[in-house]
């Protein structure tokens, strides 16, 4: 697990990141992703989301972890930079906001991001929400990279 960055203060006038897509499905027992999914794109040509290393996942998986990988590229075929749902629609899809005064580029944060997922390791567990999971390593990532989502108006 990569090391956490301060997030920004909640009062602070925003700046939307929107090369920046973070993309939610979300949790449905009935279809085939049933945990749902959590990624993030970038521009129109890479994505990372985070996968159980084995296609079939069971209760004991699930509860108490198996190996996790970047983008499920053992068994969803998924590559380093592209996440087997890049492209797909989402139930929830926003850009990304960091502080006003934040003086990075867009492309340093892209770089964050990238960054961020390659180093990124360990299990996949799901847990009631809680464990390593695609969620998980999304919300990870808007930390480190200290990006929020938007608030609703």
């Known amino acids: 697990m990569v090391g956490k960055e301060a997030p920004i203060p909640g009062n602070l006038a925003k700046r939307e990141i929107k090369s920046i897509t973070m993309k939610r499905k979300h949790i449905?027992?009935?279809e085939n992703d049933k945990y749902g999914h959590?990624?993030?794109e970038i521009e129109d040509d890479e994505s990372y989301g985070w996968y159980p290393k084995k296609w079939t996942v069971?209760?004991?998986d699930t509860l108490l972890g198996t190996d996790g990988e970047l983008n499920g590229q053992t068994e969803y075929f998924g590559t380093m930079m592209l996440d087997p749902h890049h492209g797909d629609s989402a139930d929830e899809e926003f850009h990304p906001v960091t502080s006003a005064d934040?003086?990075?580029t867009d492309a340093q944060i892209q770089e964050c991001l990238r960054?961020?997922?390659s180093s990124?390791?360990?299990e996949w567990r799901w847990t009631f929400g809680a464990g390593q999971n695609c969620?998980?390593?999304q919300e990870a990532a808007m930390k480190h990279c200290r990006?929020?989502?938007p608030k609703k108006v």
Request: charged share 20%.
């Open 102 to 104: 934040d003086k990075r």
């Open 135 to 137: 969620h998980t390593f």
């Open 115 to 117: 960054n961020f997922s």
């Open 58 to 60: 069971g209760l004991k």
């Open 28 to 30: 449905n027992l009935s």
């Open 38 to 40: 959590w990624w993030f």
């Open 147 to 149: 990006l929020q989502k």
């Open 120 to 122: 990124y390791s360990g």
